[in-house]
């Protein structure tokens, strides 16, 4: 870790409760922009976020299986099942029987689940390049240490599992 970083983080442990306070809510409005053009593509298919978190992670990884899924997402099989029986329904995404086990269900997208995820992908990429760009580099770096420093132990290695594979 350079001096320059490592002095910065130690005022950075300082930090008022009106500075922590003021970040909360830079938090809050910065989920809200990041959802709101997803937000608006899902409404036409009468999606919601869940959804698009499904169609997400199926993207990432074609042929997961749904407990695995369920994992990742951190929800009810019951509310996942609704979500994936309407994706199913709509032929966004397909449920095929595992090989090996056939109790297993892989999932996969289709190919017009495939455009929606990439409809939706590049709606958050523009905004992502967008901030990131004139935040500049050290910016991108430093988002990217607190966003894992909030993450569960889990969470963060399913999501540097996920970067490294991407990279």
Known sequence: MSQGHHSRGETLLFLTDAQLRAGIEAMFFAYRGFTA???????????????????????????????????????????????????IEDGRVESRVGERDKRERHLYLTEIGRALEA????????????????????????????LEAMMEEEQRRQFRGTAEAAE
């Open 37 to 87: 053009d997803p937000d608006r593509i899902l409404a036409r298919y009468g999606y919601g976020r869940a959804h698009h978190r499904a169609v997400h992670f199926i993207n990432r990884w074609p042929g997961t299986t749904v407990n695995n899924l369920l994992a990742i997402l951190g929800v009810t099989k019951q509310s996942l099942n609704r979500v994936l029986r309407t994706l």
């Open 119 to 146: 409809e939706l992908a590049e709606a958050q990429s523009a905004r992502m390049r967008d901030a990131f760009r004139r935040a500049g580099p050290d910016a991108v770096a430093g988002f990217r240490e607190v």
